[in-house]
C-alpha cells in the first residue's frame, strides 16, 4: 500500500499532490485531471497554499451531473488525516467504477498555516470552522452562554506543568458550571462559536477569510453548474474512537426529503447526527455558494480519536484544546511543559497509533464511496 500517512505539511502536500497526478494519469481516458495551488496570503510563513485538485469527465453522460468536494484541513492539524484519506481514495481508485456520473474536486490543506504549526485555527486565532459565512452581521453576533466559562477556557496566565490537583480544580469549576447552566448551553458556549474574543477557542474572526474566499474564487471558475454538490470536509477528534460520525448542517423543511433519502440507509453503517447548530461551518457555506442545480448536500465527517467520545471525553478533549490555546497566548512555565501539552494535542486530533490510521483509511473507503452513489442517485 502506497503512504499516505505524513507528519508534516510539506510532505503531505507532496504526497498528496502525486497521488492526484498518478490518478489522473491511470484514469486519463475518463477523466482531465488539473490541480492548482491557491495561495495563502494571509499567512506570514512564505508560500503556503492548498491544493485544488479536479477531475472532469471527459464523456458526456446522460441525465444529471454529480460534483463530489472533499476537502481536508479546515483545521490545520486535522487535516494530516483528512490528506491521508484523500491520498488513500487516490491511491486505490477502484471505486470510481461504482460512480458513473460524478466528477471530483479534492481541496488539500483548507488551513495550510495550521497544518504547518500543527494548530486547529489560522494564523489570526481565526477558527475557519466558524468564519465560513456569507452575511457579514454574522460577525457582530454575540455567544449569549459563553461569558460565565471565560475564566475557564481563557485563563490568562502562562500555562503551568499539569499536576493532579490543579487539573481536578478545572474540571470541577467547569463541571460545576455545566450543572448551573445545562450541557446543551454550556456545549454551546465551549464550541458553538464566538466573535467577542480573539483570543479563546473557536473564535470566528472580524471577517471572511480572505483564504476562504480565494478558495471559493478558484472554486466557482473550475465548477461548471452541476445538479447535485456533495461536499465531505474530513476532520478529527469528535465522536467514538476510530468511528465516523457524520454531522448533518441545519437543513429546511424544502430539502428535507432529499437529506433523508441520502443519509436513511446509513445509520447502520455510521453515526449521523444533529448536533447545535453552529454558525460558519465549511462545509455548508460552500454547498450553499456553489449553487448547485437541484441539492447540495455539505457534510462535517468526523473521526473519533478518544474513548467513547461522550461527555468526559469530551471534556478531556477541551482541556487539551484550553491548555493549547493558553500557551500560544500567554506562553509555557516550561519547554518540558509545552511538549507534553502539544504531543497531547497532536494525539488528540492525529493520533500515532497504527490500528487508528489503519481504520480512519479502510472506514473511508467504506463510507465514502456509498455516500457519494447514493448523491449521484439523487442527479
Ligand atoms: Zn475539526
Not at 472532469?56 to 479546515?74: C, F, I, M, N
Not at 450543572?179 to 464550541?191: D, Y
Request: include cysteine.
Amino acid at each position: 500500500m502506497k503512504q499516505a500517512f505524513f507528519n508534516d505539511f510539506e510532505s503531505a502536500s507532496t504526497g498528496f499532490k502525486q497521488a492526484f497526478v498518478e490518478c489522473g494519469r491511470r484514469r486519463s481516458a475518463e477523466f482531465e485531471a488539473n490541480c492548482e495551488q491557491v495561495f495563502d496570503l494571509s499567512a506570514s510563513d512564505g508560500m503556503l497554499f492548498s491544493w485544488v485538485g479536479t477531475l472532469k469527465r471527459t464523456a458526456k453522460v446522460a441525465g444529471g451531473r454529480a460534483l463530489a468536494v472533499l476537502s481536508s484541513g479546515v483545521h490545520g492539524i486535522e487535516g494530516f488525516a483528512g490528506s491521508a484519506i484523500q491520498s488513500c481514495l487516490l491511491n486505490q481508485d477502484t471505486w470510481f467504477g461504482g460512480l458513473s456520473r460524478t466528477d471530483f474536486c479534492f481541496i488539500h490543506g483548507v488551513n495550510p498555516w495550521g497544518m504547518l504549526h500543527r494548530e486547529r485555527t489560522d494564523s489570526d486565532n481565526v477558527d475557519l470552522n466558524r468564519n465560513s459565512h456569507s452575511d457579514v452581521n454574522l460577525f457582530q453576533q454575540k455567544n449569549p452562554w459563553l461569558f460565565p466559562f471565560l475564566p475557564l477556557l481563557s485563563p490568562n496566565a502562562p500555562v503551568r506543568q499539569s499536576q493532579l490537583e490543579s487539573e481536578l480544580l478545572w474540571f470541577g469549576r467547569l463541571l460545576a458550571k455545566i450543572l448551573k447552566n445545562g450541557v446543551r448551553r454550556s456545549t454551546l458556549a465551549a464550541t458553538g462559536g464566538h466573535y467577542q474574543y480573539p483570543d479563546t477557542l473557536f473564535y470566528g474572526g472580524a471577517s471572511r477569510s480572505q483564504h476562504l474566499d480565494r478558495l471559493l474564487e478558484a472554486l466557482r471558475g473550475l465548477i461548471a453548474q452541476y445538479d447535485v454538490v456533495t461536499l465531505i470536509d474530513f476532520h478529527t477528534g469528535l465522536g467514538k474512537k476510530s468511528e465516523v460520525t457524520l454531522l448533518l448542517p441545519e437543513i429546511s423543511p424544502a430539502d428535507r426529503a432529499s437529506w433523508e433519502l441520502l443519509v436513511g440507509d446509513f445509520h447502520h453503517s455510521f453515526e449521523v447526527r444533529r448536533e447545535p447548530v453552529v454558525p460558519g461551518v465549511f462545509s455548508e457555506w460552500l454547498a450553499k455558494e456553489l449553487k448547485p442545480k437541484k441539492q447540495g448536500f455539505g457534510f462535517v465527517y468526523e473521526v473519533g480519536t478518544l474513548g467513547k467520545g461522550g461527555l468526559r471525553d469530551n471534556l478531556r478533549s477541551l482541556r487539551r484544546m484550553v491548555r493549547l490555546n493558553q500557551g500560544r497566548h500567554w506562553g509555557w512555565e516550561s519547554l518540558a511543559t509545552e511538549q507534553r501539552d502539544r504531543e497531547l494535542f497532536q494525539e488528540l486530533f492525529f493520533p500515532s497509533c497504527l490500528m487508528w490510521r489503519e481504520q480512519l483509511l479502510r472506514r473511508a473507503q467504506f463510507c465514502v464511496p456509498q455516500l457519494l452513489s447514493a448523491a449521484e442517485q439523487q442527479c
